[in-house]
């Protein structure tokens, strides 16, 4: 069993940051899969960032690469989602997921279903 607990979100101008963290805790493996997505209203969830809970493996979708960093503060067992140049297309419900028994596939793919556990979400904001 796994709980994830999303924090962080926010109102923000666009061009602002916002640092999202998942608390995460129970039967995680270093090939374990961490994943954030995304729901704005009315629209299908979509991938935004990945990595694997060691670290390394980071995949991110196309619309946030170079504004989005994914990465794991070790010593609070939480992985970040540092948002910057935020625009207000980023505003939706932000998921953190874990996908247990990973494979490479789940990094590169993005795809929702391979992940087991949800966070309870945490909204996200950017006004214009």
């Known amino acids: 069993q796994v709980q994830l607990v999303e924090s962080g979100g926010g109102l923000v101008q666009a061009g602002g940051s916002l640092r999202l963290s998942c608390a995460a805790s129970g039967r995680i493996f270093s090939s374990s899969a961490l994943g954030w997505f995304r729901q704005a209203p009315e629209k299908e969830r979509e991938f935004v960032a990945a990595m694997r809970w060691s670290g390394t493996s980071t995949h991110y979708a196309d619309s946030v690469k170079g504004r989005f960093t994914i990465s794991r503060d070790n010593a609070k067992n939480t992985v970040v989602l540092q948002m910057n140049s935020l625009k207000p297309e980023d505003t939706a419900v932000y998921y953190c997921?874990?996908?247990?028994?990973?494979?490479?596939?789940?990094?590169?793919?993005?795809?929702?279903?391979?992940?087991?556990?949800w966070g309870q979400g945490t909204q996200v904001t950017v006004s214009s």
């Open positions: 997921a874990v996908d247990v028994m990973a494979t490479t596939r789940t990094i590169a793919t993005g795809r929702s279903d391979e992940y087991d556990y």
